[in-house]
């Protein structure tokens, strides 16, 4: 498939830029936070957080967050807040940003305790008032794929059949589900700590309405094939539910899994490291390896920039 390069750190940084410069905000302490589904730099000296997409695709879920987040400010949700100055969506050129409110690191650092906490709230919020879409895992993994780059057409096939296989499924479940606001990502690295000591929720794209089962099989997911299985347990303690002896665990666990997949084809080109990792989850899903552990996204990407910058002069 296509390898333009159009992910790379490089054009989302110049992106960032430019938006800087349409807001008026210094860069010179810019800091990259992420670099997977999105791009996300902070500036502190200016107190925003820039969130840029990586994939043409998903442009919607920009204009989505940002008008949840207009209603989580209304209501007081445990949500980060967008910047005042960017209340709409940041355009340049084929790229799409939102604009959030830097929150400075603060001692401690959620857990997933705290996760547990947050999302019972977050589960008793009235459905907004915003047309969300449902719960749909295989549509999300079709738009990546559509948007992919570097992908390897036997590897765009499988997953296609993926898809076909669990898409009358998730069609299923949804028809016996009674529907909430579901975060769709949630795990600790998705939650902030305010100075004044309150836990919020960010990363809002896969916010949908669906099952609120979904969002505990993130973590149940994550601690099996990251080997944290001791944050499942305390996850399931402090909720007060154990994802696990679900009924629609088998499907919640595909469903996920699939994501954590697919979700890297875009910008698999612009990276050596996510294209490694990406071909190990591909082949310990087709040799059915349940136990095969897995190595983060954000802390490959981490990694390989630390060591393209730390390397000397002569390397």
Same mark, same amino acid.
């Given at each position: 498939?296509?390898?333009?390069?159009?992910?790379?750190?490089?054009?989302?940084?110049?992106?960032?830029?430019?938006?800087?410069?349409?807001?008026?905000?210094?860069?010179?302490?810019?800091?990259?936070? &992420?670099?997977?589904?999105?791009?996300?730099?902070?500036?502190?000296?200016?107190?925003?957080? @820039?969130?840029?997409?990586?994939?043409?695709?998903?442009?919607?879920?920009?204009?989505?967050?940002?008008?949840?987040?207009?209603?989580?400010?209304?209501?007081?949700?445990?949500? @980060?807040?967008?910047?005042?100055?960017?209340?709409?969506?940041?355009?340049?050129?084929?790229?799409?940003?939102?604009? !959030?409110?830097?929150?400075?690191?603060?001692?401690?650092?959620?857990?997933?305790?705290?996760?547990?906490?947050?999302?019972?709230?977050?589960?008793?919020?009235?459905?907004?008032? @915003?047309?969300?879409?449902? !719960?749909?895992? @295989?549509?999300?993994?079709?738009?990546?794929?559509?948007?992919?780059?570097?992908?390897?057409?036997?590897?765009?096939? $499988?997953?296609?059949? !993926?898809?076909?296989?669990?898409?009358? &499924?998730?069609?299923?479940?949804?028809?016996?589900?009674?529907?909430?606001?579901?975060?769709?990502?949630?795990?600790?690295?998705?939650?902030?700590?305010?100075?004044?000591?309150?836990? *919020?929720?960010?990363?809002?794209?896969?916010?949908?309405?669906?099952?609120?089962?979904?969002?505990?099989?993130?973590?149940? *997911?994550?601690?099996?094939?990251?080997?944290?299985?001791?944050?499942? *347990?305390?996850?399931?303690?402090?909720?007060?539910?154990?994802?696990?002896?679900?009924?629609? !665990?088998?499907?919640?666990?595909?469903?996920?899994?699939?994501?954590?997949?697919?979700?890297?084809?875009?910008?698999?080109?612009?990276?050596?490291?996510?294209?490694?990792?990406?071909?190990?989850? *591909?082949?310990?899903?087709?040799?059915?390896?349940?136990?095969?552990?897995?190595?983060? $996204?954000?802390?490959?990407?981490?990694?390989?920039?630390?060591? $393209?910058?730390?390397?000397?002069?002569?390397?």
């Amino acid at each position: 498939m296509r390898t333009t390069g159009r992910f790379t750190e490089e054009a989302m940084t110049d992106a960032m830029r430019q938006i800087a410069a349409q807001l008026s905000v210094p860069t010179g302490d810019v800091r990259l936070l &992420q670099l997977t589904n999105n791009a996300v730099f902070a500036l502190p000296e200016a107190n925003l957080v @820039i969130r840029i997409a990586r994939t043409h695709r998903l442009h919607d879920r920009v204009t989505k967050v940002i008008d949840l987040a207009r209603w989580f400010a209304e209501i007081n949700a445990p949500a @980060i807040r967008l910047a005042a100055a960017a209340q709409e969506p940041m355009v340049v050129g084929d790229l799409s940003a939102s604009v !959030w409110t830097y929150v400075p690191p603060t001692s401690p650092a959620p857990t997933v305790a705290d996760l547990g906490q947050v999302l019972r709230e977050f589960h008793s919020l009235p459905t907004p008032p @915003i047309d969300l879409p449902q !719960w749909d895992p @295989i549509g999300d993994a079709r738009r990546r794929l559509a948007d992919a780059e570097g992908l390897r057409q036997e590897d765009a096939d $499988f997953l296609s059949r !993926w898809c076909d296989r669990l898409e009358p &499924q998730v069609a299923a479940l949804m028809q016996q589900t009674t529907p909430r606001l579901v975060h769709g990502d949630a795990h600790a690295g998705n939650l902030l700590r305010e100075p004044s000591g309150r836990i *919020v929720m960010c990363d809002f794209d896969a916010t949908c309405i669906g099952p609120w089962q979904v969002d505990l099989a993130a973590v149940a *997911v994550g601690a099996a094939r990251f080997g944290k299985s001791e944050e499942h *347990v305390r996850l399931a303690a402090t909720y007060g539910s154990n994802v696990i002896a679900d009924p629609c !665990w088998p499907l919640l666990r595909e469903a996920r899994e699939l994501k954590m997949i697919a979700a890297a084809t875009p910008f698999l080109a612009s990276s050596d490291v996510v294209m490694d990792e990406f071909a190990n989850r *591909v082949r310990s899903i087709l040799a059915s390896e349940r136990g095969a552990i897995w190595k983060p $996204f954000s802390e490959l990407t981490t990694l390989a920039r630390n060591a $393209f910058y730390n390397k000397s002069p002569s390397a």
